[in-house]
Structure formats: structure tokens, C-alpha cells
């Protein structure tokens, strides 16, 4: 139907006839002439329409005067070089002289124009306008040659591409399952697959090597701007390896993604940093360190002091008392200070005291009177304060202290723009093997039931639960945690030793994961693997915040579909076929 | 943890150390001598352990006599010649002498062993046994290579690989939907997608240009061999094109793929034929064209004979009489044409008639006697009967007559081993656009309720709904429809009138559909498109008649997962979360 794309004719081309296709982006008149913007995914270039002698011209003058915007069009003309040049665009020393226009679909006036941003409800009902729009073409395409460059390399390397199904068992990542009736079973459900984490495991131990898969997985949690129901990760598995064959791997294919993709040269090698390392220093296992500020311990500093919360803490065997210098903080408000105390409060605090060291150099502080005076001094000293900063102090329990300092240490960066600009990846290795949930009075997994200890023996992990290592490790990027992955467990009774620490049963266990522990009986090899979250290092690489604006058809915050009105109600006698009906409030 | 593959060591080896991992696939002691053949993914290599003067020999020889069937181990040796060469092997002119045999992992005994192939249940139960079988991975590596090659090929011309919603709305492709409880939404549901149809033309209206998706659909419709509850199809679309450009562009991909992946070149161009000829010739539309026997009509030849049957027919104006002739047939008993007559009956055959022409030249036949001698010969000559042939005759309404001859041809044919070597590829066209279903009194749509019908005309397709032609398409191979698609309707008075004619309301259509009609109003442009069927086609590279041999985690025809046990109950708190309950078999 067409000779060239619009945003690709050129002056090579000046003197030819072409077929074009595309939207009308502008229409004008001008003292008799017609011009239009003819749009497709390549770009736009000018239509011209004027008054001749030539056969037809009345028919293209009529046609080129009824064009409205975003009307659908096929054009035929003549290239030839444009009188006022447009630099603007990359056809900008063109033009096409009309000789036939085609009105190929006529389109009513638009709810909002493609130059316009209109609210993201809107954009989400009218999806396929908003994705006309340049920037989303751009933002999109962008994550269309981050997949295709991950499967190239992958593809390179040896590594199968394998489906593994998404109508699956309830899986136990520890999120909500979604659930669907199987109809030839009437009571059964399948679930929607959390991650191929077991498929991939199974995978190894058939005998495939190295798999890889551009998953879709399935989390039924709260959403936020950075969840969706369902979400894509880059799922990979390898047998017969150790951590570094796997991190060294998929930090090259990182690093040359990123290079290939949008033209970045990541570090080489990414810095490494214990899980512990990341929470003294940064208060986070994702660390941002595009942000050069870092957390000082003070327990030393403060436990002869008066202050009793301070005190409290600094003798409590899991206290932590931790400060954050802001450079050039001394200038807060007293309001600006409450509202860092708020929003550390979001993140755990109690309270946040501080210290501020004017440019006169005189202290002020609410918790200098609990300190000597040369005490005050050493721990203004010991926090790195100087003429015009502030200091912040927390102290709680060492989770929560990290949590809410880690917390303030983002905003205060982001805030006084201390971010710098570029890339900061880095592995965090060497994460606990449990946590211990005091609600529940278990142990939970920091990754997942499959993840291998650091240690092989199974009396030593046992007595030594709490404080144990796991052999799991994070991509961290810009604060993002954009890759998590393990050695797994590849011996039956590790499995059931880990399963037992983590509270599940034997009999649950072998309902639950009875296939995994026979399989791992059969000469099951040591395995591991990573994944990556797609929407996350799309968006990254996009630039934008949003990974909805790097999925194509996003679901809300509430969890709804705004172009095709999903999820919507069933008709009772579709429900009756797979067994099921719906409960009223009153009934649950 | 290793140096090399087992299957890749060979004679430029000789004389290096390297490290192995692997399955024990056999072991053996002979005369003091240990030999275990260690296997992975590239193949088998001999390994020996043998008495010598070296240190940690002792260790090594017992290590080695310890070893069982499809332990995991790692093996560091020294390649040398092989005393006896094993032709049956890519490495058997070498052996890797052991000097370290390390146990990975110990495997119990097994259910069965790798040579072997048990039934289909156990395969499934303990897939990741199954999978390590040669030929298995043989087969699914095949797969990987097709969906790889499709890919490459797609890249590089300019496709945009785009993932669409797994959760959505109900879809309207006719067969049933597996749904989804929506938890925040109480009482809707999201639906599995059947295809992503709509949203593909949606990303056409959007500005995608070309679009391609490797997308899990889902029907939860009766398992056949063939059937799974989700199957993976090559989808794609294509803006502003006609007819051809898609076909034109598709025959040459997969004719690029089929060389690429398993090195047949197929016909080029393929053959094209439209849904009237093939029907009339082959009593199909995916016609199996390796068979070379045709029906043939013999409405003229018998509507003046004694025989009802054929003269109610000929004289019904949606009447088919039709004959096939069977070379050799002749031989057949009356028990041979008694089950083609079963056959025939489980298409919708009331009765078979037959002629025999034996080698002598006599005739033999139920319905001789209703025809004059001369018209008999005339028929027996039309349908081309030669000595030792038979010819089978079918009378009933033109659909079921081409059914059960067009069933018959394919049973004849395989039985008689008429089928022909090599790969027989066919564009089936010009389908009509509605099919009569007499049970619903109603039209139904022949491909999907999107498929734009030849005419532009809306009056005319509505007074000549019956005969109307749709812009569908079909690819076929050795009598499987591979692929199948249509240039779409992009009016949305035209779509408003389809789904008229299909019986679909104005309040219907909107409720299901506004999205799409709204979207047509927006300068949608022309365009098309089609899907192919990655697991058949996978199976027919592969050599297999099964799809599940190139599924990884296949479900049976009761739609469970042998291995995890899917599908499965789940806890009433699990299902009060998502408002539903099972409905016990009596409140149906």
C-alpha cells in the first residue's frame, strides 16, 4: 500500500514518486495552498497540495481541504526540496507534492490531541492515542530492543528458551495466588504462576543446562506505581555452577545490553557489597549510590549520654543508633525538619533528633543539654558536621534504624539534589538465610524456600537459623533492585531441613512440593539462577519513572483494565460450568 | 565446575585434562577396570577408572565402582584413544581416564530408565527423567530452534515483539473462557485470553506498524492429542496492507525457517487455492496434499438411476454426490469396507456405496442394480475405477458429504500408505465469511467476528450474507491448518453491521466490543494479519504426532499436571479473599 515511510523520505529522493501512509498530524490552509503533517511510526514529513493545470488537481485540492486531524491517509506525490526548511524534523528539507490523496478511515474529532499529556485515566481509556504519541512510541520501542537484545545474547550463549506454563499449582513465593477454576474438576483451582522458580529448577534437573525465559509472572498484592497483576522478568537457570559463573555472566550480558540499548558503559566490574555492608552504610539492601551521603554509627558516641532513648538502644543487643549528615541542612526550616521526621516516621521512626552547626558555628540542638560538652563535640565530629549542616539521628532496633535512615537518606538526596547523574550498579551478597517474623513466631525466607546456605551442613545450619548466610545476591541499579538469584538447594535433605526451619511440616511439604523433593532425588545437579524485572530496567533505560509507561496495556493502581472495562461480571450460568459462584458481602 | 562437555570431547583433545559434569547413563566393571558413560545435553563420553601406581588411585577406582545410575557427578581425567572405537558416538574414539570422580549428587533408583519409554502417565509424572531422554531433548530443542529462527527473522525486519494482558477481558472467539476472580473488584473476573486478537489490531490503531507476539492463548475447551488448555501461537499483524503483503511476507518466513531449522526447502511459491476447490476436491480445508486422491461429483451420473438415496440428494439444492476412488481397493473385504463405513459414519456418513472392478474386469457393487449398464460403466469410468480398484460413493448435504469423503481420503490414504514423503504447504483463501448454524438459527462467524468480507459494500453483504466472501486465509501443511489469519474490518460501520449479521445487539456490542468500535473511529488503518500454531508446527519439524513431545509441562486430556498435581483444592479463606465458593454438584 505504500512506498516509503514518512519519517524516513530524504533528499535522495527528491524527483521520485512515493506512496505514503500515516496520520494527518496538522492539517493548514495557507492563501490557496493545503498543508498537511503526514505522520507514521518512523516520523512526519510535509504534504503539499496546489493549485495546477494537472489532471486531477481539483480532486487532490478537495481532499487535501477536508483532511482532519489524525484522519487516516494514503498520499501519492512528488518529493522535491521544501522552500522554508524545517530543521525540526528529520524530513525537514522535504516536501511531498500531492497528486493523489486517499482517505483510507476518517477520524472524529479526538477526546485529546497527540501533542497534548491528558490525565493517565484518560490515557489508559484511549491507550491506542496515547501510544501514538512520539515519546510513547519512543519509551516503548525502547523495551522492545531491550528484549531483543537480552535474547540475542542469550541465544548466542547457548541458553534454551523454554515455556513453562502459566495454568500451574499454587505457588509459594508468599504472595497471593490468583486462582482459576478448572472446570473438569469441580473444587480444584489452578494458580497463576508467582515465577517459573520451580519450572526452572526441574528444568536443570532435565537436563537443559541453561534456560532462559521472558516470563510473565503473577503477584495478586497491593499495587503501587511500580506494581502491576502481572509483570515480566527475564527468568534464568543454570546447572553445574557456583555464584560467580552466574553473577559474572549476567553482569556482562547487563553491561552489554546496556551499551547496545541506549549507548551506556556500566562499571566493570560492578562493585560487590555484603548485605550487612549495604545496611551499616546505606540503611538498604538497594543501596542508591548515585547518593554520596552514608550513615555513621554512634553507639559508642552516645551510650554515656543522658539522652535515654539513645541509651536505650545503644545497650540493646540488636540496638541501633545511627546519624546522617546533610551537607548545607543547618538552612531547615523547623517545618522542613518535622517533615523529615514524618517521613522517616513512615518507615518506622519514632522520632528523629538532630543537630544543626550554624555558619557561625554555633550548635543548636533539642538533644545537646542530654550530652558534655566535649562528648557533643566528639559526635559532631564522628558524623562529619561542619559549618552549615545538620545531622540526623535515629535509634531503634537495627532493621528499623536502617529502614527509616535509609528512607531519609533518598529524600535528603533527592531533595537537595544530590543525586548525581549516570549509572550505579552493584551486586549485595552474602543476604541472611531467614528473618525471623515476630508476628508469626517463625522464620521466613529472605529470598526463597530454594535458596542453598552458605553452609553445607545441615546440624550447623540448624543451630546456627539465625544468623546464617544464604548463597542468594541481588542486581542492584540506581537504587532499584533490578535482579535477585541464588544457588538453589540440589540436595533432598537440605530441602526438607530448610522447609523444616521454615516452619513447614512434612506433610505439608510433600502436598505443597512433593515433586520437587522426588526430583532432587534422582541425581538432581547443583543449580542456580537469577531474574530480572523487565518493566523495571525498561523503564530505567526509558527514563521515566513510571513501568506503566513501558507496558502496553497497563492495569490502574485499582487493578482495572480502563481501555477494555477488565475485570468485569460473569453471567451466572458461566460460573455454574466451572463450579463456582460468587459470595455476597454479608456471606464472607 | 566444568572444563568441557562430555558430548564435545574429541581427538584434538588427547592428551589435556579436563573437567566434567554430567549423568551416569551406564557403568560397568570389567577386570578390574571401572567404565561409566557420562552424559550431558551434547552427549555421551567413555570414562575409566583403572588400577595404577597414582596418587588418590585408590580413591578414584572406588569412587568409580560406587557409581549408580544417574548419579550426578563431576569427573577430572586425561582424554586418550580409545582402544575399541565406538562408532555409535560423536566421542567414541576417545575415553577420559579418571583421576578424580566426584559424587554431585547420589540418584535413588529410578522409576525407569532413560532408554526406556513408559507410558505416557509415568513420562508426565516424572517429566524431568522423561525430558533428559536424547530423544526428548532432541525434540524440544528443535522447538527452541523453530521459535529462535521465527524471531531472527521477525528482528530483522522491523516486527515489534510487544507482550499483551494475560488478564483481561472475556474474549469473544467462541470458546469458553478460563476466568479469573478479581479480588478487589467483588464478583467480576478477569478472563485468560483465547488470543490477543483485539489488542493486536488495537496496536495497529496505536501506531505499531508491524507487530509480533510468541503469546500463551487459552481455551478451555475438550483436550484432544492435539489440544492443550494453553498453546503458543506466533501472532502477528501488519498496518496499511492488503491480502498478499501478509501472505507474501509469512510463506517466505516460514519457507526460511523450515530451511534454517531442519533444512527443507519448501515449494516456492506454495500452491493457492480457495475454500470452494478445496472442499470439492478434497472434502477439506486444510487439504493433505501428499495424498494424491481426489473426490470426484457425480451429481449428473446418477441422478437418473433407481438408486434413492443419490437421486434425493442430486436433486437437493444443497445436495452433494461424490465419489473417491481407491486404487487397490478392490482386495478389500467386506469387514475392511464395513470400518471404512464406520469411519466414514463418525463424520456424519448414513452409508457408504461402493463399486469394485476386480481384476478380471467384473463388476461387483450393492448398487448396480439400480442403473442401467451403459450408466453404470459411465460412472465407473468418471471416477476413473481401473482394474482392482474400488470406488466409495457418499450422498447427503454438501458440508457433510466433503467431511466424511474428506475423512475417508485421509483414512484410505494412510492405510494404503499413499501418503507421500516431504512437506506439501497450501494457502487455503476466499472462505465464506458466515457459516449457518441451524441449531442457534443463526450466522456464525467462519473465522472470528473481525475477519472484513470481501465486499466494501454494507447493503450487499447484508442481502447476500450467505454466499458473501470474508479476506480470511488459512496456511496448511500435510493436512494441518498451520497458520491462519484475515485482513481485518477497520469501519466501524462495517463492524457494526458484522456483528448485526452475526446476531450481536447494539447493547451487546457495545458492552463487549465499545472499546474496538470506539477505537475505529479514530483513524484506524487498514490491516491484517495471522497466527500460527507454534506447537504444531514445532511437532511436525520435530517428527512427532503428539504436541506435548515439545511442550515441556504438558497437561493431560483431563487437563491435569501429572508432575505438580495441578489442578488442586485451595483453603475456603484462600477463595473468600477472592469472593467465590465452590458450588457443591447438587446446587448446580
Request: aromatic share 10%.
Amino acid at each position: 500500500m505504500r512506498s516509503h515511510f514518512c519519517g524516513l523520505v530524504d533528499e535522495s529522493m527528491i524527483g521520485q514518486t512515493v506512496t505514503l501512509c500515516g496520520w494527518a498530524d496538522v492539517a493548514r490552509n495557507l492563501g490557496g495552498l493545503c498543508f498537511i503533517d503526514l505522520r507514521d511510526h518512523e516520523g512526519i514529513v510535509q504534504i503539499v497540495a496546489e493549485p495546477s493545470e494537472a489532471e486531477g488537481n481539483a480532486e487532490v485540492l478537495a481532499a487535501a481541504a477536508a483532511v482532519g486531524y489524525e484522519d487516516c491517509l494514503r498520499v501519492t506525490g512528488t518529493v522535491r526540496r521544501r522552500a522554508s526548511v524545517n530543521t525540526k524534523i528529520r524530513t525537514g528539507q522535504v516536501e511531498v507534492l500531492a497528486t493523489r490523496i486517499e482517505l483510507l478511515n476518517k477520524a472524529q474529532p479526538l477526546p485529546f490531541h497527540a501533542h497534548e499529556n491528558p490525565g493517565e485515566d484518560i490515557r489508559l481509556k484511549y491507550r491506542y492515542l496515547d501510544l501514538r504519541r512520539p515519546e510513547m512510541q519512543r519509551m516503548m520501542r525502547t523495551r522492545i530492543r531491550l528484549v531483543q537484545a537480552l535474547r540475542r545474547w542469550l541465544d548466542a550463549r547457548g541458553f534454551q528458551d523454554i515455556e513453562t506454563p502459566i495454568l500451574t499449582k499454587a505457588t509459594p513465593e508468599g504472595a497471593r495466588d490468583f486462582l482459576v477454576p478448572a472446570r473438569l474438576h469441580p473444587g480444584e483451582f489452578y494458580a497463576l504462576p508467582q515465577s517459573p522458580q520451580l519450572f526452572k529448577q526441574i528444568l536443570m534437573m532435565a537436563g537443559f543446562d541453561r534456560y532462559y525465559q521472558i516470563a510473565r509472572c503473577f503477584r495478586d498484592e497491593a499495587l503501587r506505581a511500580d506494581r502491576q497483576l502481572e509483570f515480566t522478568q527475564l527468568d534464568m537457570e543454570f546447572a553445574w555452577v557456583e555464584e560467580r559463573d552466574v553473577q559474572d555472566s549476567v553482569e556482562r550480558m547487563i553491561r552489554d545490553v546496556f551499551r547496545e540499548v541506549i549507548g551506556v558503559e556500566l562499571d566493570d566490574p560492578f562493585p560487590r557489597m555484603t548485605y550487612a555492608e549495604a545496611m551499616r552504610r546505606y540503611g538498604s539492601d538497594k543501596p542508591d549510590l548515585r547518593i554520596e551521603l552514608e550513615l555513621v554509627d554512634v553507639v559508642e558516641l552516645v551510650k554515656d549520654s543522658q539522652f535515654k532513648v539513645f541509651t536505650d538502644w545503644a545497650s540493646h543487643a540488636d540496638g541501633r543508633v545511627a546519624a546522617l549528615r546533610v551537607p548545607g541542612g543547618a538552612a531547615f526550616s523547623r517545618k522542613q525538619i518535622d517533615d523529615y521526621g514524618a517521613h522517616a516516621g513512615k518507615f518506622g521512626a519514632k522520632g528523629l533528633a538532630w543537630i544543626k552547626l550554624g555558619e557561625d558555628g554555633a550548635f543548636s540542638s533539642p538533644i545537646q543539654k542530654f550530652f558534655e560538652p566535649a562528648a557533643f563535640e566528639a559526635l559532631a565530629t564522628a558524623v562529619g558536621l561542619q559549618k552549615g549542616d545538620i545531622a540526623f539521628f535515629g535509634a531503634g532496633t537495627y532493621k528499623v534504624v536502617s529502614d527509616f535512615m535509609g528512607a531519609l537518606r533518598l529524600k535528603v538526596g533527592k531533595d537537595l539534589g544530590l543525586v548525581q547523574e549516570g549509572w550505579k550498579p552493584l551486586w549485595v551478597t552474602d543476604f541472611p538465610m531467614f528473618e525471623w517474623d515476630d508476628e508469626q513466631q517463625r522464620f521466613v525466607a529472605l529470598h526463597h524456600p530454594f535458596t542453598a546456605p552458605a553452609v553445607d551442613d545441615i546440624a550447623g545450619l540448624k543451630a546456627n537459623a539465625r544468623t546464617a548466610v544464604s548463597r542468594g545476591y541481588d542486581m542492584v541499579l540506581n537504587g532499584n533492585e533490578i535482579g535477585g538469584g541464588s544457588i538453589r538447594i540440589h540436595r533432598p535433605d537440605m530441602q526438607r531441613a530448610v522447609f523444616e526451619l521454615l516452619g513447614i511440616g512434612a506433610a505439608e511439604a510433600e502436598a505443597k512440593f512433593g515433586f520437587l523433593l522426588d526430583a532432587l532425588k534422582y541425581g538432581a545437579p547443583p543449580h542456580g539462577g537469577i531474574a530480572f524485572g523487565i518493566d523495571r530496567i525498561a523503564a530505567l533505560m526509558a527514563g521515566t519513572d513510571s513501568i506503566r509507561d513501558v507496558i502496553a496495556f497497563p492495569k490502574t493502581t485499582t487493578a482495572q483494565c480502563l481501555m477494555t472495562g477488565a475485570p468485569s461480571p460473569v453471567p451466572e450460568q458461566q460460573l455454574a460450568e466451572v463450579h463456582v459462584r460468587v459470595v455476597a458481602k454479608t456471606q464472607e
